[in-house]
């Protein structure tokens, strides 16, 4: 019976930090984030062939968001709107924007000033923020983010 009640008190656990019932290993792998989406996790984010993509990532220490923003109007995650989408996400998760770090990898230099603005207006710092446009019709890049060590890698696309 203690055995029954320890586990449903971890179970309960798990669900009050507001993470998926099951195994926290798996929080730990990498998720994979797709154009135009956001995704969470506590270890490894990434995301692959941005062009004139952005991407975003609001690290709150322990655990951070990616967002793939698209750079015009036609998609929900854009970069007018990538900011707002992630402080929403971030508070469904019961996180204060105000305690996150951005971190910007910008794929058109007229969305940077566009998502500094919106990071403003929510009180949240730019750690670190970089332009980097396609060379040419055929340059992309891939994104992977880790909080829980700080790291930021962004590679040359590799498509599988």
Not at 39 to 63: R, T, W
Not at 91 to 107: Q, V
Request: aromatic residues 8%.
């Amino acid at each position: 019976m203690k055995l029954m009640r320890g586990f449903l008190l971890g179970l309960g656990l798990v669900c009050n930090l507001g993470l998926p019932s099951g195994s926290l290993n798996r929080y730990t792998e990498t998720v994979k984030v797709e154009w135009g989406k956001i995704g969470y996790n506590i270890g490894p984010l990434e995301s692959k062939g941005f062009h004139h993509c952005s991407a975003v990532i609001l690290d709150y220490g322990d655990s951070a968001f990616l967002a793939h923003a698209f750079p015009d109007f036609y998609h929900k995650v854009c970069s007018v709107t990538v900011v707002d989408e992630l402080v929403r996400e971030s508070r469904k998760r019961g996180f204060s924007p105000e305690n996150a770090e951005a971190i910007l990898n910008i794929g058109h230099k007229d969305d940077l000033e566009i998502i500094k603005r919106d990071l403003r207006k929510y009180g949240i710092r730019i750690r670190e923020a970089a332009i980097d446009e396609p060379r040419d019709i055929e340059s992309s890049r891939d994104i992977r983010f880790d909080p829980s060590s700080d790291s930021t890698r962004v590679t040359p696309a590799k498509y599988d």
